[in-house]
């Protein structure tokens, strides 16, 4: 009796083991898994198929995607292991920091940079006689100017605060050959262009600046003057010149 109570106990606990067994190897047959290789072991991980709402779950990142080649398609989107299909595969560009504009500087635009210029310090309140005391301060500290006598003239006008129309007048404007300039018209402090040379072809011409009479009657007065392109940078001089051909006279005011 005993042996039969024994031998329906092992049957029993061999019957539960094999059940047991069953079921595990039929959990594994319907998971797939993939080995993970590592120096002294093997891991057995399951694998879960991805959900359909991963996609949606991720940042996108830019608004417009980029869909993938064809020729990428079929290698990519079919995992080795489970057999699963992940794609489509989509490229999204990369966004990049928009690089500020750089703008030239004046001088690369080919625009004029100004010359700075030393305030204007009015030396008389007439404007003929502050353009004359400018001129003289120039020649007494031996200033030089590098050009012509057109060159000279208009820098003391600008140093005396005369340097545009709104603070100069043309009293007469002729050519070279005239009409010329009643010369009772001149006053101290005037611009003028004379004809130093009628008989040259052209005609030599000069500018000069009118300091006073030195025989009105033949028409010789004193001017301050540069001797021109030919001397080089060179001071002002003080000089008489015959004005009887004076073609051009412009006025500070």
Sequence with gaps: MDSVRLF??????????L??????HGEAAARPVATLASEDEHVVAPIEPPSTDTAASLPTGLDVPVEAPED??????????TGVTLGPLVFRPIATAAVPEVRPA??????????????????????????????RGMMARN?????SCYAYITEVFHRAGHDGWRTR???????????????????PGDWLYI???????????????????????????????HPGWAAGAHPGRESSYDLSRTYRVIRPR
């Design 143 to 147: 200033e030089t100017v590098r050009g």
């Design 8 to 17: 329906l106990l092992t049957a029993s606990i061999l019957s539960a083991m």
């Design 169 to 187: 007048s043309v009293i007469h404007e002729a050519g070279p050959s005239g009409p010329y300039a009643d010369l009772d018209r001149i006053r």
């Design 106 to 135: 004046a001088a690369d635009r080919g625009r004029r940079v100004a010359v700075r210029r030393e305030p204007v310090v009015r030396l008389d309140a007439d404007p003929g006689r502050n353009v004359i005391l400018t001129a």
């Design 195 to 225: 004809v130093n040379n009628p008989d040259s072809t052209p005609m030599g011409t000069h500018s000069v600046l009118f300091v006073g009479w030195e025989d009105r009657s033949q028409g010789y007065a004193r001017t301050i003057s």
């Design 72 to 81: 990428l398609k079929a290698d990519l989107f079919a995992d080795p292991v």
């Design 19 to 24: 059940g047991g067994l069953y079921v595990s």
